[in-house]
């Protein structure tokens, strides 16, 4: 069965810590993504990566950065965390005609 | 720009009644995809549905249909016999493909059904 996992469901966090978020698939997909959702915005993509060591901004990339050290491992760093960055994030991958999604992360920043 | 757009908010509708959401979309590519996810109360989004650009058949699975007209850039969603467990966010997608890069989706807002026993 197809997985992406993230490595938790529900964070809380303080303003100012160093925050990492992981992701990791199982199907040996190139692409991987990691988007942000907030009520009435929908889902925002916020770096993609198309290979190891490889990264693309995407619409809303300020205050994060990422990290894809291993193929089936995508990681998303928040260098200092702060209350506008409180948000469910969607970590999703790409094989084939379908994008599979994680079942995300609520993170909140105090 | 790629845009998507889901007018609808939210919807509310008794259970066996029939629903559309409706999907807008703008792009100058020739060739992309157009996705629909459905988002449950858990959260977690599942695929429904790829359909490219050069086909517009009509498709059908099961209680679920999807209307796609280039004419209008629409690509419909409908819910024949809506059933409680129908209720989530679903977001319709499209693909673009940036140059020199990869696929990537643009997500519409979303559009909330609620089905009421």
């Known amino acids: ?110 | 720009a790629q845009k998507v757009t889901q007018a609808q908010t939210e919807i509310s509708v008794v259970e066996k009644e029939d629903v559309t959401l409706d999907c807008v979309y703008e792009t100058r590519d020739t060739t992309y995809y157009l996705f629909w996810y459905k988002q449950p109360p858990s959260g977690e989004l599942v695929f429904l549905i790829r359909r490219n650009s050069f086909d517009e058949q009509n498709e059908i699975s099961g209680r679920y249909s999807w209307n796609f007209q280039k004419s209008t850039s629409s690509f419909n969603f409908t819910i024949t016999a809506s059933q409680v467990v129908d209720s989530a966010v679903y977001f319709c997608a499209l693909s673009e493909f940036p140059q020199g890069g990869s696929e990537k989706l643009v997500f519409g807002k979303g559009t909330k059904l609620t089905v009421n026993p």
């Open chain 1, 1 to 110: 069965d197809v997985k992406v996992t993230q490595s938790s469901r529900y964070l809380v966090k303080r303003t100012g810590e160093k925050v990492f978020l992981e992701c990791v698939q199982d199907m040996d997909h190139e692409n991987m993504f990691w988007y942000r959702q907030d009520p009435g915005l929908g889902l925002r993509l916020i770096y993609f990566s198309y290979d190891v060591k490889m990264k693309e901004k995407g619409d809303i990339p300020e205050g994060y950065s990422v990290s894809r050290e291993k193929k089936e491992r995508f990681s998303l760093i928040l260098e200092s965390a702060s209350t506008n960055q409180t948000s469910m994030y969607l970590c999703a991958s790409t094989g084939g005609n379908e994008q599979f999604f994680g079942p995300g992360t609520r993170l909140t920043v105090l």
